[in-house]
């Protein structure tokens, strides 16, 4: 809350002042605080003991900036006037400009009680309690000033600034419709106040009501308040294109005013240019923003807004170690910032270094107490450290007359933020209706992962499967070690070594073949919304044949939300030695296919489709078409409890063999187990 100074100087008239300090008496009047020092500064060199210029002195000290000087001489004032009420009146004012507000708060609290008439006491106890967040007894206080005194401007603005804190304090505590209620008290007593109506529409924003947010928006007088509140709206309504509308005119209408006047208007072009590079980040025109940023930096001068701005940048660009250096930079200069403590502790989650992303989150909390942003952060990375249990059951068929049945579970339990066991289970029972044949195999393997530095982990299982079939029963060690990493913003590496059983079907789980997969994926992503996915895998199998595989895929974004992309995907598929009788094993396969993938949330649900159709190239046959479909819908029953199915069906041939067609519906259920981590996080 903006602190106004309340403490008139027409009560120095009491001390019967002399006229050779008039002059000094109107520099404070009129704020010229500087002056005012200067002058009765030299008074005390005449007559260091008069009274009355000491307090003129330390006032004129205090408003020009230097509150440390100004309490020392109000405290020694008091030393040698220690009943005199005015002189104390000046030394708790000494309090609050030096933000000792709980020692105000006693001192005016006996100020009051001296006399309960005093409306420099009261509207000051008012304000103390106010900057200390305790608004219901401020409002009380400041509106004992104001029956004293109705007219008084002062006391009337302290009102308003209390009852914004109030609202503030209300919207943290998740009491919004109360907020509101405050608020709008708030525009009866100031109509059309900008602050207000700012912070009623953030309590619609909140409340995630934005049509009446941007009702609110649109009923301020102030043009760029308009323009700027209309942007943040359209954005939060995924209108993103209509939320840089607004900014460009609230940029062009602030720049216009910038060059009339631009010392007065340098705060105005920063504001709106501020929703300006918001809205160019959130298009993803990010040589736009920078643009904007470096011309914004040179007419206002660098300054922590510009700094979060930057930051915000790397996040959207995923140069996460440049975020944190600006976010750095922040906290130097103000180590209270709410956008550098939130800021570094997203950016050091999104870096993959999970413990400073808590303790950033903590301290916003400290900060600011209840902030349902860190709150939320805070318990997204418990979460995240939570041990968790996935099942899954599904049926497979195709129309090789194989039908299959299988159920799996998979348990992650972490252990620290760096070190997380994996428990995975499975069974599957298949059976050809045609031949009669039939297999069952088990597998069971457990697991380790260790992050070794920001988002590289090393992951790796070990386990064992057993398989009964018709002519075989075994029992075999399968398992897998990778390392996945992001080596530079917005790319993915993934090298690795899998052992597995050859399983599709009964005649295969006879066979006994296990495969030796060598395997690099790797992903390009672009702040342009194209990305590139390639992997390629070599196998050795133990029936002494080998297979390689190149599949690549170039795509485009389209939109963010929900997420819609598209491109073409093109594979080749290649064995050393053909053994069509037991499965698909080509000298030759190509296959390319555009494919279109839809994903995004509403409410409780999550969803996801994929669709995809092309041509297949089988050695040197003529092409024929393929297509796959994939669907996944789940939802939330709660916070920690989901539940979801899923259908696919493909003809590819690279599954087992030309002419194939398969589809597999599941149910999946996802548990987490515990609020949070087991270990202290």
Known sequence: MRLVSFLVIAFIASFGFSQDMKTGFQFLEQGNYIKARDFFEEVLQEYPDNKTARLCYGRALGLSGKTVEAKSLFIELQKDYPTDFEVALNYAESLLWNKDFTEAESVYEDLVRQDSTSFPAILGYANTLSNLKKYDNALIYVNNALDLQPENQNAAISKKY????????????????????????????????????????????????????????GLMADSLSLLTGQSLVAHLLKKDKLALQYAVEGSAFAKAKFQQDSVQHKETLLAANERYIQALIWNNKYPEAREVIATTEAACGVSNRLD???????????????????????????????????????????????????????????FYPNQPDARALLAALKNGLAPVVNTVGSYTSDNGNNEAYAAGINAVIPFSDRFRSVFNYSYRTTENTGNGSMAYNTNASVGAHYRVHNNTWVESTLGFVKANADQNDYTDVNGSVFV??????????????????????????????????????YNMGTNINL???????????????????????????????????????????????????LYFSPSKYQAVEVFADLSGTNGNWTYSANAAGGYQFIEDQKATTLYRLEGNLSYAISERFQAGAYGKYSNTASATAAGFEFMELGVKLRWQILEGPLFQF
């Open 162 to 217: 209390m009852q914004l804190g109030k609202a503030s304090q209300q919207i943290t505590n998740e009491q919004v419709d109360d907020a509101i209620i405050t608020l709008e008290s708030n525009l009866k007593l100031f109509p059309k106040d900008a602050d207000t109506q700012n912070a009623l529409a953030n309590a619609y924003i909140a409340q995630k009501n934005y049509d009446q947010a941007a009702t609110t928006y």
């Open 484 to 521: 996945k990493s992001r080596p530079w913003a917005l790319q993915y590496l993934e090298v690795g070594y899998s052992r597995e059983l050859q399983n599709f079907n009964a005649d295969l789980i006879d066979e006994k073949i296990f495969m030796n997969n060598y395997s690099l994926n």
């Open 531 to 581: 990305g590139w996915y390639t992997g390629l895998m070599h196998t050795q199998q133990t029936d002494s044949n080998s297979r390689n595989l190149l599949f690549t895929s170039l795509y485009y974004t389209f939109t963010k939300s929900p997420a819609l992309k598209g491109g073409v995907n093109y594979q080749y598929l290649s064995y050393k030695d053909q053994v069509p009788t």
């Open 308 to 366: 979060a701005l930057k930051a915000t940048l790397g996040m959207y660009t995923g140069t996460f170690a440049k975020s944190i250096s600006y976010y750095r930079a922040i906290l130097e200069k103000d180590s209270t910032s709410f956008d550098g403590n939130l800021g570094i502790a997203n950016a050091y989650r999104a870096q993959g270094n999970l413990d400073l992303a808590r303790d950033y989150a903590l301290k916003t909390l400290d």
